[in-house]
């Protein structure tokens, strides 16, 4: 059994195959100064689509985490990992993943400090392998009791990890 490193995180893993035909995309974008008082900015974010929730997860949390296995059960998510200021994000904004209850996919988003970063995720993609992302969420499963069925959520993540394998 899987214990949690600290009692108020749930974690969560999704994963893929990798493989040179896959829709993941980089996306590199620069931005002037403006009137306004923007400066100078440059941005880039990496999108890795289609990432499956390994339920066996929810068989390891069984007693601790009920409540979000079942909720992230059948759900997939989209990994945008960011660096730079992204003009659709909040300039707050760290890591975090949204959903719904309705929903069939979840968006996580990682801001990374380093555009070596960012390449070298972008660069360990290609090619054929699996892709694994686990987050640890900034709360307790009790969080996931009471969702309403039509109401978008957010939740902070603690700690973020992606690894390849071969």
Same mark, same amino acid.
């Given at each position: 059994?899987?214990?949690?490193?600290?009692?108020?995180?749930?974690?969560?893993?999704?994963?893929?195959?990798?493989?040179?035909?896959?829709?993941? %995309?980089?996306? /590199? @974008?620069?931005?002037?100064?403006?009137?306004?008082?923007?400066?100078?900015?440059?941005? +880039?974010? &990496?999108? $890795?689509?289609?990432?499956?929730?390994?339920?066996?997860? %929810?068989?390891? /949390? @069984?007693?601790?985490?009920?409540?979000?296995?079942?909720?992230?059960?059948?759900?997939? +998510?989209? &990994?945008i $990992?960011?660096?730079?200021?992204?003009?659709?994000?909040?300039?707050?904004?760290?890591?975090?993943?949204?959903?719904?209850?309705?929903?069939?996919?979840?968006?996580?988003?990682?801001?990374?400090?380093?555009?070596?970063?960012?390449?070298?995720?972008?660069?360990?993609?290609?090619?054929?392998?699996?892709?694994?992302v686990?987050?640890?969420?900034?709360?307790?499963?009790?969080?996931?009791?009471?969702?309403?069925?039509?109401?978008?959520?957010?939740?902070?993540?603690?700690?973020?990890?992606?690894?390849?394998?071969?």
């Amino acid at each position: 059994m899987i214990k949690h490193m600290y009692p108020q995180h749930v974690v969560a893993i999704f994963g893929k195959e990798l493989s040179a035909n896959s829709n993941d %995309g980089m996306t /590199f @974008e620069t931005r002037l100064a403006d009137q306004w008082g923007n400066d100078d900015a440059v941005s +880039a974010h &990496l999108e $890795i689509c289609d990432l499956i929730f390994d339920e066996s997860v %929810g068989e390891n /949390f @069984e007693s601790q985490q009920t409540n979000a296995s079942k909720l992230l059960a059948g759900k997939k +998510a989209k &990994l945008i $990992i960011a660096y730079g200021l992204v003009d659709w994000a909040s300039k707050k904004a760290r890591q975090d993943i949204s959903f719904s209850k309705k929903g069939e996919e979840a968006f996580i988003f990682w801001k990374v400090e380093e555009l070596e970063f960012l390449n070298g995720i972008a660069n360990a993609m290609k090619g054929d392998g699996k892709v694994w992302v686990k987050i640890d969420m900034f709360c307790d499963d009790t969080y996931f009791d009471d969702f309403e069925e039509n109401s978008s959520y957010s939740v902070n993540l603690y700690k973020i990890s992606i690894n390849f394998s071969k």
